[in-house]
C-alpha cells in the first residue's frame, strides 16, 4: 500500500504564472523523489508602477513515500 506526502512550496518568476509552476516543479524535482501530482492553490503578482514584475504561485506538490 502506497502513502503519500503533500508539501506546500511556493514559486516565483518574472515570466508568468506558466513560468513559476514550471520552475517550481522543476526545483522540486531535483530533491523530491517520487513527485505524482501538484495543485496550485493561490496565484499572486507583484506589481511596481503599474506593472506586473514579478508572478507567484503557492503549491502542494504531493509524492510518494519510499518505503
Excluded: C
Excluded at 9 to 17: L, N, Y
Excluded at 38 to 43: I, N, R
Amino acid at each position: 500500500m502506497a502513502v503519500a506526502r503533500v508539501t506546500k512550496i511556493t514559486a516565483a518568476s518574472p515570466k508568468s504564472w506558466q513560468d513559476a509552476v514550471t520552475e517550481g516543479l522543476r526545483r522540486a524535482n531535483k530533491t523530491i523523489r517520487g513527485l505524482t501530482g501538484l495543485e496550485v492553490v493561490s496565484m499572486k503578482a507583484h506589481i511596481e508602477k503599474g506593472k506586473i514584475t514579478d508572478y507567484r504561485v503557492t503549491m502542494e506538490i504531493t509524492f510518494i513515500l519510499e518505503e
